[in-house]
């Protein structure tokens, strides 16, 4: 009778989770999107009188593109489903041939949402390239990540979770009440903010489309400029599996577009606006696991595993740019006394570091019971929710690429003989930005200074990505080639103090990928 009762509680539990799931479909399928089926969506779309089915895939831009299907019958709708559809890849990935283009684009049902924004009611799903032969496509961004993920398992035993922070800026007209203070908007809110509201339908919509969010709130980014007001946000995830988080940050950026658009304003990822002022960056949270449990912590202390992963990425840090830092403007938010990071190092609670371990819940955990005296103390375990944060990416990093590439990193990290010696010698505890500590900064080496100095990077540190043949030589060239056109080395030194140049350099890459 015990065991019974208890089976029916863990049951109407799980019950009552699935229906408070803000995901549309996962309510009304009642389970969750990992196993839904051919079936359950055209179950959705018949019990929802769903119109039209649209194909999303993130093409070579890093921008998230569609195909549309108006509906006409189930026995249509089942083909769709089934078979998926050719596009021409030429169009979509500059290095794909266009004597032999065509690829298919294969619908994953788990990531299946209802759309928002469109009059007609529709569903949208994202697909996966495979060629012609029908295997994944090798040299597409997304299964370079997945082969990466899959190495850093098969030759460690660990697998890595992450999450991203999206900062953005909405630009709309200049408004004379409540003015914010310049560079003080973190957490401010209205009516001194002015765009809570659209934060909020911003969670709304991702977090129906099975984003997983952490909280939302304003950034400390916040000036007028030219009849203009520049006001920061950010959006924060939790931890998930590397697919599933890069999916995630893909979809919300089209959905804060798509709002944007809506509303009649600029919403922008840019890593800079204006020089002097907060810049945007993409954050990236990540945590190892093993047997699925946290293996980032042990015994109350950040594990040695992770400091190997961390010393991995930062020994690779310059060439991780060239992922995660791929526009002019990159490089302007990458300057000393913003808050990013200029020097390959690492430490705690330090955001003056290119790899911050946040503050956690490792010690004390009773504060709730201190600050509610009729609460009972906490005995759970809170160690799951600590992460290591990679702080130079912004919002022009393909999404899967940066990702791969910090797989390849921890992986690399945990290979190498050396890196609990390399961890120790670049952790910092200080502001290295601080006059007292310029002789510590001066000993450490520098991210690149530009596009051209990524590719650099990219290039002579090729052979650690290459290995297991996660990445090709075809990629990393490409990659190198697209940032080298930028033709931007010594460009920052250039354009110091000249603000007309920075704002039409800025006015240039306002929409990066």
Not at 147 to 170: F, P, S
Not at 227 to 249: H, P, R, S
Not at 366 to 377: G, H, L, Y
Request: negative net charge; proline residues 3%; glycine residues 8%.
């Amino acid at each position: 009778m015990f065991v019974s009762i208890n089976l029916t509680k863990h049951i109407t539990m799980e019950r009552d989770e699935l229906l408070m799931n803000p995901n549309l479909l996962v309510q009304h399928l009642e389970k969750p999107a990992s196993e839904f089926t051919k079936a359950d969506i055209i179950k959705f779309v018949e019990d929802h009188a769903i119109e039209m089915i649209n194909f999303r895939y993130v093409g070579g831009d890093g921008r998230l593109k569609a195909l549309n299907f108006y509906i006409r019958s189930k026995a249509h709708l089942d083909s769709i489903l089934s078979t998926g559809e050719r596009v021409d890849g030429s169009s979509l990935f500059s290095y794909v041939e266009s004597g032999s283009s065509d690829l298919y684009v294969i619908p994953k049902y788990r990531t299946a949402f209802y759309n928002p924004f469109t009059e007609i009611p529709t569903l949208d799903i994202l697909c996966s390239y495979y060629d012609k032969d029908g295997n994944r496509l090798a040299s597409s961004p997304e299964n370079i990540m997945i082969k990466a993920l899959e190495e850093l398992y098969k030759n460690t035993g660990y697998k890595m979770d992450v999450m991203g922070e999206l900062e953005y800026y909405i630009i709309s007209d200049e408004t004379e009440i409540y003015k914010a203070t310049d560079q003080k908007g973190y957490h401010e809110t209205s009516p001194f903010a002015k765009w809570g509201e659209f934060r909020a339908e911003a969670m709304q919509a991702i977090s129906q489309a099975g984003g997983v969010i952490k909280y939302g709130h304003s950034e400390v980014g916040n000036f007028t400029l030219d009849g203009k007001t520049y006001e920061q946000n950010e959006i924060e995830f939790t931890t998930t599996n590397m697919e599933e988080a890069a999916e995630q940050l893909i979809i919300a950026k089209w959905m804060i577009r798509m709002l944007g658009y809506k509303y009649g304003v600029n919403v922008s990822f840019a890593p800079k606006i204006i020089a002097g002022k907060a810049g945007s960056g993409l954050h990236i949270h990540m945590k190892l696991t093993k047997d699925g449990k946290t293996a980032t912590v042990e015994n109350g202390q950040l594990s040695d595993a992770a400091k190997k992963a961390i010393a991995g990425i930062l020994d690779i840090a310059p060439s991780l740019s060239a992922f995660g830092n791929t526009i002019p403007t990159s490089f302007l938010r990458l300057v000393p006394h913003q808050e990013a990071p200029t020097n390959i190092c690492w430490g705690d609670r330090n955001r003056s570091v290119l790899i911050r371990v946040p503050l956690g819940w490792l010690g004390n955990c009773n504060m709730v019971t201190d600050a509610n005296p009729k609460e009972c103390p906490c005995k759970n375990d809170f160690s799951e929710k600590q992460t290591f944060e990679f702080r130079c990416p912004d919002g022009s990093a393909d999404i899967y690429l940066l990702l791969a590439g910090l797989a390849v990193g921890a992986r690399h990290g945990l290979e190498m003989k050396n890196s609990l010696e390399m961890a120790k010698e670049l952790y910092v505890n200080v502001n290295i930005f601080k006059d007292e500590h310029k002789h510590i900064q001066e000993k450490l080496k520098k991210l690149p200074l530009s596009c051209w100095e990524a590719a650099e990077s990219l290039l002579k540190q090729g052979e650690v990505y290459k290995k297991y043949g996660v990445f090709s030589d075809g990629v990393l060239e490409q990659v190198a080639n697209n940032l080298k056109k930028h033709n931007d080395n010594g460009l920052s030194e250039k354009l110091y103090g000249n603000n007309t140049e920075i704002l039409k350099l800025v006015e240039k890459h306002l929409h990066c990928c």
